[in-house]
């Protein structure tokens, strides 16, 4: 069985790693993360753990047996990546958003000596 419709907060890539960050250290003080320096191979996968338990019915929907623990996880995997392109599991999307900053700088500059 499949969740409802998954509705995912609208939130820029930052606000998602900070709230998934902040979740995750309030149950595991012992093991912090850090949204701007923890490796995105540690961080991907709270990234999916808090949209499964704090934005979705994923546990009530376990507890009344409406649904496969497997299949309910593969859904909202698959249902977050759609909904945030830059979700991918196998490159850090933080990279690459630093870099398209840095060619936007640079860019700038090159149009303001330009323009002087």
């Known amino acids: ?3 409802d419709k998954l509705d995912f ?12 960050c902040l979740a995750h ?3 595991h003080p012992l093991d912090l993360m850090n949204p701007e ?10 990234i999916i753990s ?6 979705t019915d994923y546990d ?3 507890q009344a047996g409406r649904g496969d623990r497997d299949q309910l996880q593969a859904q909202i995997s698959a249902d977050a990546k759609r909904f945030y392109p830059w ?9 690459e958003q630093a870099s ?7 860019a700038r500059r090159r149009i303001s000596s330009q323009i002087t």
């Open 100 to 106: 398209s900053t840095r060619t936007r700088i640079k």
């Open 25 to 27: 250290n309030c149950l």
């Open 37 to 46: 320096t923890s490796s995105w191979q540690r961080l991907y996968p709270v």
């Open 50 to 55: 808090f949209l499964r338990h704090q934005v």
């Open 1 to 3: 069985m499949k969740l």
């Open 60 to 62: 009530e929907a376990l």
């Open 87 to 95: 979700l991918p599991k196998e490159r850090d999307p933080r990279t």
């Open 9 to 20: 907060p609208n939130w820029p890539m930052q606000r998602l790693l900070a709230e998934s």
